[in-house]
């Protein structure tokens, strides 16, 4: 079973449905005890880095997940969801993060020309450069997928495990482990998407 | 790179699609949720559904319907029809839509784009205009085309976005339903005053239309139609195909 952790951002319908189309049973929840009990943890996220970061850390949630991330289950990290995975964000100010995968949130700005539009808004294509972690066994060097944002991860590059050209190689999706981010969603990614959270659901408990 | 968007429109009114459906093989042509699921194997990058019923039942019936569309088709899908107050943005939003697209409303009441954006996010907040030519001008015209406002549009469109809309969708008047092309002139106009998204709407009548489109005005994010598409006059994945081979970014498969 899969817990989708619901802290009180965005809309999280789709994403339960979505797990259900690739045959896996997932509840949406804020109970610490059937987040504790589930196989794997999904952290969505739309809006701001700092009031998310504030709600996860309000209900205890940060703790938690930073316990279960310990423990080796699989942790996916969507979107903002992604970016809470880092030590911190400089979005509106500077905030602490969860700190579970090496690097800093930055805005797009920093990186690309001024002529391309922000938000990164739209399907792009993923580049592995070689790479090829479990959460991605059933996807292809382009597969495209849908992006919504003006952040991005800036992170080593042992972390990286895909990026999208938009005037830079922006941090498509990133992994420490059993921690992995798609800073896309997955859930809104057609079949390309679908491949990889079937794929998450089939990555096993670490350490 | 950022691929250009496709995009159908499906008006709907008491739970089922206007505008007359003509596919071979596909039953139930007039049922929002298979039509959605078709147009999303076959390629589509986002869906639209407008929302033209008048009655509450027909309300209630279209957000039954967007949550069975959204449990089962896995692209952005952005709503629109009657949205006047944040409450209908959370109305649709908890149904499944991703993006919300504001037209009248915003016209009636312009704090609303503010409001929405402040709650949802830019990213979610829609700005979609009825454009028309009157002695030379451009004109925001409300409730679906009938109504002049007087705004000038792309006045009007700058201050949607400057209020928070995160993406623009521009319908030509004088080109909707003529199927000779997109209004290019008008187009060009908006993409050089927002930095936003712009979806064009409008005119669509082949293929070589989108790709006139995406190659006359490179601002251009998405091409967006409905009557094309639902009778079968263009095949997505083959308008793709035609993309692509035209050196326009598409994305290929469902």
């Not at chain 2, 830019?122 to 002049?148: I, M, T, W």
Request: glycine fraction near 12%; proline fraction near 3%.
């Amino acid at each position: 079973m899969i817990a989708i952790v619901d802290y009180g951002v965005g809309n999280l319908f789709s994403l339960k449905c979505s797990f259900a189309a690739v045959g896996e049973n997932a509840v949406v929840t804020s109970d610490k005890s059937e987040i504790k009990n589930a196989d794997k943890i999904v952290l969505p996220g739309v809006g701001a880095f700092g009031d998310a970061a504030k709600k996860l850390k309000e209900q205890n949630l940060d703790i938690l997940l930073k316990d279960e991330a310990k423990s080796g289950k699989p942790i996916l990290g969507i979107c903002l969801g992604m970016q809470l995975l880092f030590e911190k964000s400089f979005e509106y100010g500077e905030h602490a993060g969860l700190a579970l995968i090496p690097g800093a949130v930055r805005p797009i700005s920093d990186v690309i020309s001024g002529d391309l539009k922000i938000p990164h808004m739209g399907w792009n294509a993923l580049n592995f450069h070689g790479k090829k972690h479990p959460a991605f066994k059933y996807s292809s060097e382009g597969d495209h997928v849908y992006f919504v944002h003006s952040f991005y991860a800036d992170t080593p590059e042992e972390f990286v495990l895909a990026t999208a050209e938009y005037g830079a190689p922006l941090t498509a999706a990133a992994a420490n482990g059993n921690v992995i981010g798609c800073q896309f969603h997955p859930e809104k990614s057609g079949k390309a998407g679908l491949k990889i959270l079937k794929a998450f659901c089939e990555t096993e408990k670490s350490r | 790179m950022i691929t250009k968007r496709i995009i159908p429109c499906l008006d709907v009114r008491d739970g089922r699609v206007v505008k007359g459906v003509n596919f071979e093989g596909l039953r139930e042509v007039d049922s929002p949720v298979g039509l959605a699921k078709y147009y999303s194997s076959c390629g589509a990058d986002e869906l639209v559904f407008y929302d033209i019923t008048a009655s509450s039942d027909g309300r209630k019936l279209f957000t039954e319907i967007l949550r069975e569309t959204a449990s089962g088709v896995f692209i952005p899908l952005t709503v629109g029809g009657g949205i006047n107050t944040t409450e209908d943005f959370e109305r649709v939003l908890s149904c499944g839509a991703d993006k919300v697209s504001v037209n009248t409303g915003a016209i009636k009441d312009p704090s609303l784009l503010e409001r929405a954006a402040k709650l949802y996010g830019d990213q979610c907040v829609v700005l979609s205009v009825d454009v028309k030519r009157v002695d030379g001008v451009f004109r925001v015209f409300a409730k679906g085309g009938r109504e002049n406002t007087g705004l000038e549009a792309i006045e009007w469109i700058k201050r949607g976005v400057g209020s928070g809309a995160g993406e623009v969708v521009v319908n030509s008047i004088d080109t909707d339903g003529v199927k000779r092309g997109f209004d290019i002139e008008m187009l060009k106009k908006v993409c050089e005053a927002v930095k936003v998204p712009v979806i064009a709407s409008g005119g669509a009548g082949s293929i070589e239309d989108f790709i006139n489109l995406f190659k006359s005005v490179p601002g251009v994010d998405a091409g967006l139609a409905a009557s094309v598409f639902h009778f079968g006059e263009i095949e997505i994945n083959k308008l793709k195909e035609e993309m692509r081979k035209n050196g326009i970014s598409a994305r290929l498969g469902g």
